[in-house]
Nanobody
Framework: QVQLVESGGGLVQAGGSLRLSCAAS????????MGWFRQAPGKEREFVAA????????VYANSMKGRFTISKDNAKNTVYLQMNSLKFEDTAVYYC?????????????????????WGQGTQVTVSS
């Protein structure tokens, strides 16, 4: 079992930046691809980015490419999401998720149903 705790959300003006963190505990010696998703009020959960256990492979939603960067520190069991040039429409609850895999280079899926473990989410609010 893996426990995920997100932090770093908050209120930021449009054009600003935030860095989200996701700390993992529990069965962290297994391979997990890690993903970030978000959900705005009244909308479905949306894929943001994912990263392989190795950290060398990443995948992004098209609308986040160039603005968001996913990274990880295996020594700290933590995944990060650096968000720059934030827009009002980035306002959402951001969730991190873990997808168990036997492949340390697997970059992760954009489909939420493939993730087994989820954090409680952190609110990001971008003021226009």
């Amino acid at each position: 079992q893996v426990q995920l705790v997100e932090s770093g959300g908050g209120l930021v003006q449009a054009g600003g930046s935030l860095r989200l963190s996701c700390a993992a505990s529990g069965r962290t010696f297994s391979y997990y691809a890690m993903g970030w998703f978000r959900q705005a009020p009244g909308k479905e959960r949306e894929f943001v980015a994912a990263i392989s256990w190795s950290g060398g492979n990443t995948v992004y939603a098209n609308s986040m490419k160039g603005r968001f960067t996913i990274s990880k520190d295996n020594a700290k069991n933590t995944v990060y999401l650096q968000m720059n040039s934030l827009k009002f429409e980035d306002t959402a609850v951001y969730y991190c998720a873990a997808d168990p895999t036997s492949n340390r280079y697997y970059s992760g899926s954009p489909y939420s149903h493939e993730y087994e473990h989820w954090g409680q989410g952190t609110q990001v609010t971008v003021s226009s």
